[in-house]
């Protein structure tokens, strides 16, 4: 059969290249895509099929004649059990295993450009909510199917799962999979298995897992997703065990404000404590996230979020934030909109917010008299803020106005280094306004 010119392309350049064989069994080995723990991952030309593949081969070192290497075959060939039975379009779909001499290899599924969620799991980089709930919706569908076909992954996290170029999701390494079928002899590996920042709380104590550990699993990847931060991330491993076993994370809209009541139901439901509590099977966790599409069509897109980073980094207040403390301070901050008249803070009121004028002109009065008038990139609500004490004064729009409202759980959620920036900054503004409003009233008394 002709080759691809794909394959064609690649062969002169990557067959040169030292330490990447030229061939592994039958497949014409292209180039090298990826490199893990447990293996390498090339792409390759398969000549009997006509088509691009992947191939990933054991790391000698740890595949050797050993006791370990014996174990650590067993375990990369399980992966070989569990995704050869599968046949679903969101499973990364698996062709082949055998040994090549001293390698061991398995081939899978190419898919050209796929990156890792993992890449999605920072502030700076979020997919949008609709993304985010259109992979989650997917996954539930994937690990239903899985599960009635009797396996469960044990290691879902984002690393494991694929994100295409036509923004479709993989499945990926089944390798510590349990597998509960009549019709294959595999051998079932127990104990401690898995990524510990991902396991359920029966996982991490070592108890018996059903399928909604993988539930729970894809929970924390949504949790992440949706944050760009960890739920339970600990210093050691006996932290993370104490945190997934017992602590609640903080919900997820305190990272951003336009997440939809349900969304936060079903993530609650997927990350309890108690199995009995989870959803049973992940059929039901996609049917309820797919009655939260309709909400979806009501919240911002994509490109108005850009446009409201673009406001914040350009204001003098946020000089020197990095791009992902920005970010988070878009998705979990509260913006808002006045028309002339309109007050924002009342006189009198209990209101610990601070405020960021973004556009227009606001005025401030005491006992019903102008004493100030601020405009974008000003700030106000600074000694509620710092003291919680009652607003001394009123602020009212003179024009068409927007501002964004920050408030203390929205920062304390931020990691130290944004909350030590934010603070210098916020002391700054405070002396100033103290000088100036000094100056104010110093004048007020001369007239």
Known sequence: MSQPSEQKEFDSTFHTMPGIPSSIGKYEILE???????????????????RQVAVKVAHPQISGSSEDGERFRKLFFNEAHAAGVLDHPSILSLYDADVDEELCFLVMEYVPGAQTLQNYCKADNLLSLREVVGIIFKCAKALDYAHRQGI????????????????????????????????????????????????????????????????????????????????????????????????TPAPVSEFRADIPEGLEYVLGRMLKKKSSKRYSSGLDVAADIALIFDDLEKLESEDSLRDKFDSLKRLGFFR??????????????????????????REGDSDHSFYILLSGVVSVEKDGQAVDSLKEGDCFGEMGFLSRTERTASVIAKTDTSIIQLNASTLERADQSTQIRFLKVFVETVIDRLKHTTAIMTQLKQI
């Open 32 to 50: 090298q895509v990826g490199k893990g723990s447990m293996g390498t991952v090339y792409s390759a030309y398969d000549p009997f099929a006509d």
């Open 152 to 247: 469960i992954h044990r290691d879902i996290k984002p690393s494991n799962i694929l994100f295409t170029r036509d923004r479709d999701v993989r499945l990926s390494d089944f390798s510590i999979a349990r597998i509960n079928r009549s019709d294959l002899s595999t051998t079932q590996f127990e104990g401690f298995l898995g990524s510990p920042l991902y396991m359920s709380p029966e996982q991490i104590n070592e108890w018996d897992v059903g399928p909604n550990t993988d539930i729970y699993s894809l929970g924390v990847v949504m949790y992440e997703l949706l944050t760009g931060n960890h739920p339970f991330r600990a210093d050691s491993l006996s932290a993370i065990a104490q945190k997934i076993s017992h602590e």
């Open 320 to 345: 020197g934030f990095n791009d992902a403390e920005i970010w988070g301070l878009v998705r979990a901050s509260n913006w808002q909109s006045y028309t002339p008249g309109q007050v924002i803070i």
